[in-house]
């Protein structure tokens, strides 16, 4: 197992226990599915807070690790053989530690496959698109004259609900048993009608099985300490 001081980013963040994961993150609705997923499959790690508001993304360390600038990414010292793995983007993440594990992510290949396709829907669609209807709703888009780009992320938000609506026909999970798809997409679903408060806009209450289906996540212990990390500093 590697010395974790030779990553730059251990010289901003130091590492309290080196032998565990390390974990970079905010809890925005991409930053708790690493968090909830550590707490899910019960894997020893360290968490770090990476405040956004003072841009700490953008400073050398963290960009060492991920030159994109986002959260969350991570760092194992007993990555793949043995040696440190750096990782950013949370899709790979979730992959990463469901493959780790051997948790939260079927062994069957066609299974496998179908959950990631899933996940993707989520990192390429849901994620994206709530987001935009956030900024055009409640951020800084409020302010533009225009708001067909608003209407256009509300018509588009529901459309993606609806499609999650369709899925869960018969289904408790995306995939029937919990996985990586419920841990990628809870997050986003609890930001879009609480934070971004647009439960409204996108007509949520005349949903039946996603309601259901974010309550029945909500509930889960791991889903509930994973939304709180990492603690803010006092």
């Known amino acids: 197992m590697a ?18 994961l390390q974990l970079y993150a905010l809890n925005t609705p991409n930053g708790v599915k690493a968090s909830i ?9 360290e968490a770090h807070f990476i405040d956004i508001g003072r841009n700490e993304t953008w400073t050398p360390e963290f960009l060492s690790l991920n030159p994109n ?3 969350p990414a991570i760092l194992d010292p007993d990555g793949p053989g043995g040696k ?65 780009p608003l209407e256009r992320y509300i018509a588009e938000s529901q459309r993606l609900l ?11 999970w995306i995939m029937g048993d919990y996985s ?14 609480g934070f971004y408060e647009a439960r409204d806009l ?7 099985r996603v309601p259901a289906w974010l309550e029945r996540g909500l509930a889960r212990p791991a889903v509930q300490r994973g939304l709180e990390i990492p603690a803010r500093p006092l």
């Open 3 to 20: 010395v974790l001081s030779a990553f730059p980013i251990t010289q901003r963040w130091p590492a309290q226990h080196p032998d565990r």
């Open 37 to 45: 997923m550590l707490e899910e499959i019960g894997l020893p790690y």
């Open 69 to 71: 600038g986002k959260i």
């Open 84 to 148: 440190p793995l750096a990782l950013f983007e949370s899709g790979a993440i979730l992959v990463y530690l469901a493959e780790k594990t051997g948790k939260l992510l079927p062994a069957d290949p066609a299974a496998r496959y179908e959950t990631l396709q899933w996940v993707m829907f989520q990192t390429a669609a849901i994620g994206p698109m709530f987001g935009q209807l956030g900024f055009f709703h409640k951020f800084a888009g409020r302010a533009y004259e225009d708001k067909r």
């Open 162 to 172: 609806g499609v999650l609506e369709t899925r869960l026909e018969g289904r408790d």
């Open 180 to 193: 990586i798809a419920d841990v990628a997409t809870l997050g986003w679903v609890r930001n879009l009608i």
């Open 202 to 208: 996108v007509d949520f209450d005349s949903l039946s």
